[in-house]
């Protein structure tokens, strides 16, 4: 079945720092999601991509769709404490169920 | 506020029981799904309904079952729970594909 291998896993940055984070697949997929998990909170979508080098940014947060539409890219600039949490990246493949990755949990150091 | 809302927020119970969780999806979304997060774990996605007819199956065990009814909110109804069923259950909602599906927060599971 499909898989999406995201990287790096975890992550401990210096407040002000950037982030960059991204995920694989073995398929090529049609839309790429990234999500925002805050413990013991549901996932919140933070940016949809939907066309291979699609560049979109929601505030400081940065994704792009991989031009070769098995990949996924995610920034984030000038990090803040808030940004804790952890970050999931969802791929489909045409009309077919979501695929997540496993997370970056990312830590910010004051 | 994603405006799923998803009830009870915490349930405690024990091995051989059954529990039901509800849904409400968005104002206006067809869809639903259902997720099961274990510890430290990424979402597994569980089952989909659609406009009250079920779309999509994934990795869901048979004592698990889902409905969705008229009014499209939906229930999962969860039986014989093991210790393992413990987790965070998820539902999501979207306007009808599966893009962009927008989360509730979540219903905690212990099981004793």
């Known amino acids: 079945g499909q898989q999406l291998n995201q990287s790096p896993q975890s992550m401990f940055i210096q407040e002000g720092e950037d982030v960059s984070m991204n995920c694989t697949s073995s398929?090529?997929?049609?839309?790429w999601l990234w999500y925002k998990q805050d413990p013991g909170e549901g996932p919140v979508l933070l940016i949809a991509l939907y066309k291979a080098g699609e560049l979109t940014s929601n505030g400081r947060l940065t994704a792009q769709f991989g031009i070769t539409r098995k990949d996924s890219f995610l920034n984030i600039s000038a990090s803040i404490p808030s940004d804790v949490g952890i970050y999931f990246c969802a791929g489909q493949e045409g009309a077919q169920k979501l695929v997540f990755g496993q997370g970056t949990r990312l830590t910010i150091n004051p | 506020d994603s405006g799923v809302t998803q009830t009870p927020k915490h349930l405690i119970t024990a091995t051989g029981q059954r529990v039901t969780l509800r849904c409400s999806p968005r104002s206006g979304d067809l869809s639903v799904y259902w997720y099961q997060q274990s510890l430290d774990q990424g979402l597994q996605f569980l089952i989909q309904?659609?406009?009250?007819?079920?779309?999509a199956k994934g990795n869901i065990l048979e004592r698990f079952s889902a409905q969705q009814f008229p009014d499209l909110h939906s229930e999962l109804n969860l039986s014989s729970l093991e210790l393992g069923d413990s987790a965070l259950y998820f539902c999501a909602s979207s306007a009808g594909g599966f893009n962009e599906q927008f989360f509730g927060p979540g219903t905690r599971l212990t099981v004793l």
């Open positions: 309904y659609y406009n009250g007819e079920e779309r």
């Open positions: 398929s090529i997929f049609n839309t």
